[in-house]
């Protein structure tokens, strides 16, 4: 292709945000749009709504050079050779479905103003079936702009990283011109050594979500295998270790704890169950159901190991909980297991205080009625019992002696197995971990 391509990001959230400022970085001038002015302003001023290590300088470094830009007018984007759809795709309200609402929106706003022979790309996690029928409302809107699918495989706290040196690409397209326009924005990641998979539009789709249902069942089965080994005394950790020597299986995702959470595996898990029951494949994905109880499940199990350790009735108890993130390196608090043990003991009248490094802010606005501390120190100070239920790398760093200085209860539940259980009971600490035998 002769000219540079000039790029649109159409949903300015977690997804969008990233996304732009990584394209412009590639070389290509980039214009965000959303409807929400709020953000844009955020953005167009170089502030993330969120945070995200190491996007929040590739943001400033990218409004500088002038290729990217953010605006609420989608007119703005009449002259792109690529619309990339990055919104959201919640759970609906009332079912496991995805809440297609904002995708179908962008569609609709982009359409009138894309250029013939332009592509749009979706990036957003949708159900299968999705692309095709939105393939089919383009047609009559703009007949001469194609759709492409090309999934979205960021993990939070990595998302520049996984932009920029991606381990995959995917795209579902229907012709070869679709399929080079994408080479030409991915070029310089493909050069670099990239795998680049063509696929069609409905397994594009399936891609993403198949990966994520594959992530939950691996990590909810080493929650099994934790829920086995306290039954018979055995210790999960060095269980997981011995059988992710296997090649076949391998060590990642096999840290037994209090399950996933965060903005995506919940949701898509129910999603792609509810389009498997529509397209009368239910059977196929029944395992799903039960990954998903084993997860809630292991959240009550820290309850339920609390009450072990202290009382049934945990009215007189100061709980200090260590986390409020989903996950270390993040301020997303969406379907949170931390914050929902610590909102799950409150409700059962203990006093709880709860720390983290990045994500307070958005969990006070989850749950107003829980007490939020700024430093570790004050929220451990007079505990009965200390909760590590997201592994910031400073929690794994603090000083069990110094710590215990400080609480009225030398007992601690690391729901995540990742602190130095050694180094704790040396210190004079009750350690307890899901999976293992209590120090």
């Not at 359409?111 to 009559?140: C, D, E, F, N, W």
């Not at 495989?153 to 996984?162: I, K, Q, W």
Request: glycine share 8%; hydrophobic share 45%; aromatic share 6%.
């Amino acid at each position: 292709m002769s000219k540079k391509l000039k790029i649109s990001v159409i949903g300015t959230g977690y997804l969008g945000a990233t996304h732009a400022a990584c394209i412009s970085n590639l070389g290509f001038e980039v214009i965000g749009i959303d409807t929400d002015q709020a953000k844009i302003d955020s953005l167009s001023r170089g502030e993330l709504p969120f945070y995200e290590p190491g996007l929040d300088e590739l943001l400033v470094a990218e409004l500088k050079t002038g290729r990217l830009t953010f605006t609420t007018d989608f007119a703005a984007a009449a002259d792109a050779d690529v619309h990339f759809i990055c919104v959201g795709t919640p759970q609906s309200k009332d079912s496991l479905a995805a809440d297609l609402t904002y995708v179908e929106s962008a569609i609709t706003n982009i359409a009138p103003h894309a250029r013939s022979g332009s592509l749009i790309a979706g990036k957003s996690t949708v159900p299968v079936g999705t692309a095709q029928r939105l393939s089919a409302i383009l047609a009559k809107s703009a007949p001469n702009v194609e759709l492409a699918w090309n999934p979205e495989f960021l993990r939070e706290g990595f998302a520049v990283e996984d932009t920029l040196r991606p381990n995959r690409l995917v795209v579902g397209v229907t012709s070869d011109k679709a399929e080079n326009i994408l080479k030409e924005v991915y070029k310089s990641l493909i050069d670099a050594g990239t795998p680049w998979i063509r696929a069609d539009l409905p397994t594009a789709e399936l891609v993403k979500v198949a990966a994520n249902s594959f992530l939950a069942t691996k990590i909810s089965f080493i929650n099994a295998m934790a829920e086995i080994c306290e039954a018979a005394g055995g210790d999960v950790t060095v269980l997981a270790k011995a059988i992710g020597y296997d090649p076949r299986i391998g060590s990642r995702f096999l840290q037994a704890g209090i399950g996933f959470g965060g903005g995506c595996l919940p949701k898509d898990i129910r999603a792609f169950m509810a389009r498997a029951e529509e397209l009368g494949a239910m059977q196929a994905l029944e395992f799903l159901r039960e990954i998903d109880a084993i997860n809630v499940r292991a959240r009550q199990r820290v309850i339920d190991v609390v009450r072990g350790e202290l009382s049934e009735d945990l009215t007189q108890y100061r709980l200090a909980v260590l986390g409020a993130a989903f996950k270390p390196d993040s301020d997303d608090v969406r379907d949170s297991p931390a914050l929902d043990i610590a909102a799950q003991l409150q409700a059962a009248g203990s006093s709880v205080v709860v720390h983290d490094p990045k994500a307070i802010a958005n969990a006070k606005k989850r749950f107003p009625n829980l007490n939020f501390a700024t430093t570790v120190e004050e929220c451990v100070t007079g505990a009965d019992l200390i909760l590590h239920l997201t592994e910031w790398r400073e929690y794994r760093e603090l000083s069990p002696s110094a710590i215990k200085a400080l609480v009225k209860g030398a007992i601690i539940i690391d729901g995540r197995n990742a602190l130095d259980r050694d180094k704790w009971v040396v210190a004079g600490w009750r350690f307890h971990a899901l999976g293992r035998t209590p120090v």
